[in-house]
């Protein structure tokens, strides 16, 4: 009698051990998930940033190629216009004159300026240290073509920013207005010629980054003297 009693004492204990041991794996199963989805979620963290640093990288190895990093060491530089952009200066509404960016390197950007029917090629040494007009020339056959490669510098160039400049820095941190934009950390440059017989002619010229000249002021004084400025269409 007791035998038989045992018997089903012993299936028992061992069903409820059972029992209890396929309860526990789903919550082992789950912990285990869990973690693997921990793990899974930091390594596309850790792939995520290895892949933005990679654009960052990419990203500061375009601009240092194309010349587009501006930084206070890039000094005069970083005022230099754009390629191809055609700029045009205007007097109470009226277009003056225009520039168009036709080509630059490292150490040179030429200009095609045109005032009503006549048309300049002009090239400016432009580094971080010097802005210079070193080459005019109205009789090319090709205002368009670019001419770095070939041209020869003249003789006396004019600076205008830098050592030795032939312009008077009046402002290197102005704050120009021209339309509805405000410029900051605009350079102010000042010329006084005797262009007119018996009158003088001051010239001031604004800087300002990204844009190269933003304005011109001209003055005539003696008797039939007259005020000019011209901006930049922004």
Sequence with gaps: MFKRLLIPFFLIISLLFACSNDES??????????????????????????????????????????GDELTEDSGYVKYRPSTGEVR??????????????????????????TLG???????????????ALVYQNTSLDDHNASILDTFESEVGPEVLLGSDSDWELVARDT?????????????????????????????????????????????????????STVDLVM
């Excluded at 006084?192 to 002619?201: D, I, K, L, P, S």
């Excluded at 001051?202 to 007259?226: F, L, S």
């Design 117 to 131: 029917s006549s048309v300049t090629t002009e090239v400016y040494l432009w580094t971080k240290d010097k802005v």
């Design 175 to 227: 704050t120009v207005k021209i339309g509805n934009q405000v410029l900051q950390s605009v350079y102010a440059i000042k010329l006084v010629t005797e262009e007119v017989v018996g009158a003088e002619t001051i010239k001031t010229r604004y800087y300002a980054p990204e844009h190269g000249m933003v304005r011109e002021e001209v003055e005539v004084t003696g008797e039939g003297g007259y005020k």
């Design 88 to 113: 045009e200066f205007v007097e109470k509404g009226a277009v003056l004159f225009t520039e168009e960016v036709v080509d630059q390197n490292d150490q040179y950007l030429q200009m095609k300026v």
């Design 25 to 66: 794996k789903p919550v082992q199963d789950d912990e285990k998930s869990e973690e693997l989805d921990q793990v899974s979620e930091e390594n596309d963290a850790e792939q995520n940033d290895e892949a933005s640093k990679d654009e960052d990288k990419n990203a500061d190895s375009n601009k240092e190629e194309n």
